[in-house]
């Protein structure tokens, strides 16, 4: 089992960043890939940027340039470095574990982007 907890969500101007943790504990960490997801209300969830095992990113094309993701296999954390923030990006952000046959999610952080 793993257990995942996402961290440091919050209400920021447009243009503005955070950056976003997720601590996972429970099981070994570096066997999974890693993914940021976000839901706003009324939408479907919606991948935002993954990071293979071995640190490969990829990321949404509403997001490219902007965010970065990374991973710390050692301190067992997935992070999410957000810049430019648009209120589009405004969501519930997810953490997701995932290999063959499994996924695990995180609780969310919010993260509310407006002047």
């Known amino acids: 089992q793993v257990q995942l907890v996402e961290s440091g969500g919050g209400l920021v101007q447009p243009g503005g960043s955070l950056r976003l943790s997720c601590a996972a504990s429970g099981s070994s960490f570096s066997i999974y890939n890693m993914a940021w997801y976000r839901q706003a209300p009324g939408k479907q969830r919606e991948s935002v940027a993954s990071?293979?095992?071995?640190?490969?990113?990829v990321y949404a094309d509403s997001v490219k340039g902007r965010f970065t993701i990374s991973r710390d296999n050692a301190k067992n954390t997935v992070y999410l470095q957000m810049n430019s923030l648009k209120p589009e990006d405004s969501a519930v952000y997810y953490c997701?574990?995932?290999?063959?046959?499994?996924?695990?999610w995180g609780q969310g952080t919010q993260v509310t982007v407006s002047s």
């Open positions: 990071i293979t095992r071995d640190g490969s990113p």
């Open positions: 997701n574990a995932f290999r063959t046959l499994r996924e695990y």
